[in-house]
């Protein structure tokens, strides 16, 4: 493929894990790439941590479908306007679900690629796949699911975990257990919130709640530590209710803590998925539909649903007595995220 330019948008901090593989192969190659941020989560604590080169553009505006409209006319306007400053035009537009440049490259009239795993997020679906010209998703997604999307004749699929291939390259570093001051003799457990402002998530999760009080009540009783990762300023405000856990304020090497823990338990995707691959037991409290990943890894045995927080005490009580990590761990799968460049490519190779 000769040089090209390529423009990636990162909106939440899950997607700077999933591009910097990408980013860096296109780099190797010699291609010119330039990474937009929008200021939500850790999206851009993760760029800095990752040492990748961007400009921030934009905040997150809410949780109000209202909000998120007006944001994406905002942000759009200024991706625009950031695009067309530039001495020399796009050749491709990619992201992970950012509605905020899909809508933009139309606009530009620049080819586009998205990216997503979780098929029932349909308002940014209907967005997405109707201007993208390539979709790319896990092979566990039903393709069908996504024809009421546009998505019909523009879906390009790969196999396993989009998790499989970003953490191809990465082996666990146990220094984040001394930065979080946890002693290898406790095991610990690691805890991520729900996604409280996404569209699919709209609700409290009342498990998720009764699982934190849970595990606060066993940091005194058991050898456990509990890791709290929090989306949002606002979920760690919440979460100083709970003394006994773990909150970081920053943004941490949250896989070697997922290689490093006993058990995970996330009301999201990524972390469990992330856990999946290391090989790490996981229990999703996701309360909303379940993607056809999900479905694939509970069918196979690798993901568990909690429906009672009471499941959480025989878990607990079957941990060994030190912090030894319980059991053998699968071995891990390591992909070559090469794939998901050359589909993430594929429109300006067509």
């Given at each position: ?96 679900g950012s509605n905020d440049i899909t809508v933009a490259a ?245």
């Open positions: 493929m000769p040089t090209v330019r390529v423009w990636i948008d990162l909106t939440n901090s899950p997607h700077v894990l999933v591009m910097r593989p990408v980013i860096e192969a296109l780099n190797a190659d010699g291609h010119e790439v330039a990474v937009t941020a929008r200021d939500f989560a850790q999206t851009l604590q993760l760029l800095d941590r990752f040492a990748i080169p961007h400009v921030a553009i934009g905040r997150h505006r809410g949780e109000r479908l209202s909000a998120k409209a007006t944001g994406l006319v905002s942000r759009t306007s200024a991706l625009l306007r950031w695009a067309r400053r530039r001495d020399a035009p796009f050749d491709l537009a990619t992201g992970h139309a606009l530009l009239r620049v080819p586009c690629s998205t990216m997503f795993d979780y098929e029932f997020a349909a308002v940014q679906h209907q967005i997405n796949c109707r201007l993208a010209k390539t979709v790319v998703v896990p092979a566990a997604i039903p393709p069908e699911r996504l024809f009421g999307y546009g998505a019909r004749g523009k879906i390009a699929a790969y196999e396993g975990l989009k998790e499989e291939y970003y953490l191809a390259d990465f082996d666990p570093d146990p220094e984040v257990l001394f930065e979080l001051g946890i002693s290898p003799d406790t095991h610990v457990v690691v805890v991520r919130t729900p996604p409280e402002l996404a569209l699919y998530h709209r609700f409290t999760n009342d498990l998720f709640g009764e699982v934190l009080t849970r595990l606060n009540a066993a940091t005194q009783e058991r050898s456990v530590s509990v890791v709290v990762l929090a989306r949002t300023p606002a979920q760690r405000e919440r979460l100083s209710g709970f003394p006994d856990l773990i909150v970081p304020e920053r943004a941490i090497d949250a896989q070697s803590l997922v290689a490093y823990a006993s058990l995970v338990i996330s009301a999201g995707g990524t972390m469990n998925r992330e856990a999946v691959a290391l090989g790490t037991p996981v229990m999703t409290t996701f309360q909303g539909r379940l993607g056809g990943v999900d479905e694939a890894l509970i069918a196979d045995g690798r993901l568990r649903a909690m429906t009672d927080a009471r499941d959480l005490d025989g878990l607990l009580a079957a941990l060994p007595p030190s912090g030894a990590l319980p059991g053998v761990r699968p071995p891990r799968i390591r992909r070559d995220p090469r794939v998901l460049v050359d589909l993430l490519t594929s429109p300006i190779k067509s």
